[in-house]
């Protein structure tokens, strides 16, 4: 990724001419050394509405007490953020294994026809 020599105009100049490119991970994690990739994209609302509509998220449970099994979690991409964080934080031995797109959640999962919304909250 290329940076413009101006000093007051710091913003990444893309590697292609579709407005992407790479840049190196530099956060002290596992991921440091690799590269992610970027691309210029459209507005909150307009990328928003390209989402799918769910996702699955399914977690690994494994400990000395446990025989090791997978978790399936469905739901809708509103709270998708807020679940990843919960897993991350206090999942203790379950941990984040895949996450995918799902259009149609299984009818036991109870998550047809949500919004998506938490009524307790107030809109930001």
């Known amino acids: 990724m290329a940076v413009s020599g101006n000093a007051e105009d710091r913003r990444w100049v893309p590697d292609n001419p579709d407005g992407s490119g790479w840049a190196a991970v530099d956060w002290s ?3 440091k050394g690799s590269r ?3 691309r210029h994209v459209g507005s909150i609302d307009e990328e928003r509405a390209r ?9 690994r449970l494994e400990s000395a007490a446990l025989h090791p099994h997978e978790n399936s979690y469905y739901v ?3 709270q998708l953020a807020d679940l990843l964080a919960e897993i991350s934080l206090a999942g203790g031995a379950e941990t984040i294994w895949h996450v995918e797109p799902c259009q149609n959640p299984p009818a ?3 998550t047809r026809g949500e ?3 938490n009524p307790s909250r107030s809109p930001p």
Do not use: C, D, I
């Not at 989402?51 to 977690?59: E, G």
């Open 29 to 31: 994690s596992v991921a």
């Open 36 to 38: 992610y990739h970027y």
């Open 51 to 59: 989402l799918p509509r769910y996702y699955r998220v399914v977690t």
């Open 76 to 78: 809708h991409r509103s």
């Open 108 to 110: 036991e999962s109870r």
């Open 115 to 117: 919004t998506g919304e």
